[in-house]
């Protein structure tokens, strides 16, 4: 069965800190994984990743893939309050139907 | 507004009603996806449509659960007899295929369904 694990379940750190998201997972023809971050609403899209090795960055958010080991990491470097939401992993299968399985997020709290 | 749009953003409702929730994709995508969160969790997925058809639905969608997308834009999805448990946030999210090698699902806002 397909699944995505996140890790940790919870985090509370304090502004300025760099916090490091695990998302690891066990999927039949990978196709992609992807990474939103969800606040009091709907996940919005943070990155795509396709290719190993090849890091994505967009401002303080950054993002890799390992394909081997099967586990991909978001990086958040000098948090701040609203960078506190929940971090959606998800990855995607190269199949028709149920294409996309959702890890549970990890819950992070910036403290001022 | 070009992203995707659900309404009623908010529904309360007794247990044994039926309920309807309407979502609208961005315009140019031929996919739409309904996915159930509850709190504490990732969404899990019910049901998508590849234009107007229903291509697959999760076991999760009992027979009181029935989604349609008739003219291959919105969609609705119905809840009928609902139960406590169905309470959760019901989210849409659409894609285009195969525009994109991979697939890249954008999020409504979302339906919070409560019933009491």
């Known amino acids: 069965e397909d699944k995505v694990v996140q890790s940790p379940l919870s985090l509370v750190v304090h502004e300025g800190d760099t916090v490091t998201l695990n998302c690891s997972y066990e999927?039949?023809?990978?196709?992609?994984l992807l990474w939103y971050k969800q606040e009091k609403k709907a996940p919005t899209f943070l990155f795509m990743l396709t290719s190993s090795g090849i890091e994505k960055k967009s401002g303080r958010l950054s993002s890799i893939l390992d394909k081997k080991e099967l586990f991909s990491i978001l990086n958040i470097t000098a948090t701040q309050t609203g960078d506190s939401a929940v971090y959606l992993c998800a990855v995607e299968a190269r199949r028709e139907g149920q294409n996309f399985v959702f890890g549970p997020g990890t819950r992070l709290s910036v403290l001022p | 507004d070009t992203g995707v749009s659900q309404n009623p953003r908010h529904k309360i409702t007794k247990r044994g009603q039926n309920v309807t929730f309407r979502c609208d994709p961005i315009s140019e995508h031929n996919r739409l996806y309904w996915y159930r969160q509850t709190l504490g969790q990732g969404p899990e997925f019910l049901t998508y449509?590849?234009?107007?058809?229903?291509?697959?639905k999760s076991r999760l969608l009992s027979d009181r659960f029935s989604a349609e997308r008739p003219k291959g834009s919105f969609s609705t999805l119905e809840i009928q007899r609902t139960e406590q448990g169905d309470s959760a946030m019901y989210l849409c999210?659409?894609?285009?295929?195969?525009?994109?090698?991979?697939?890249?699902?954008?999020f409504g806002p979302g339906t919070r369904l409560l019933v009491l």
């Open positions: 449509f590849q234009n107007e058809a229903q291509l697959e």
């Open positions: 999927v039949t023809n990978f196709r992609s």
């Open positions: 999210a659409s894609s285009f295929v195969p525009r994109e090698p991979q697939e890249t699902q954008y």
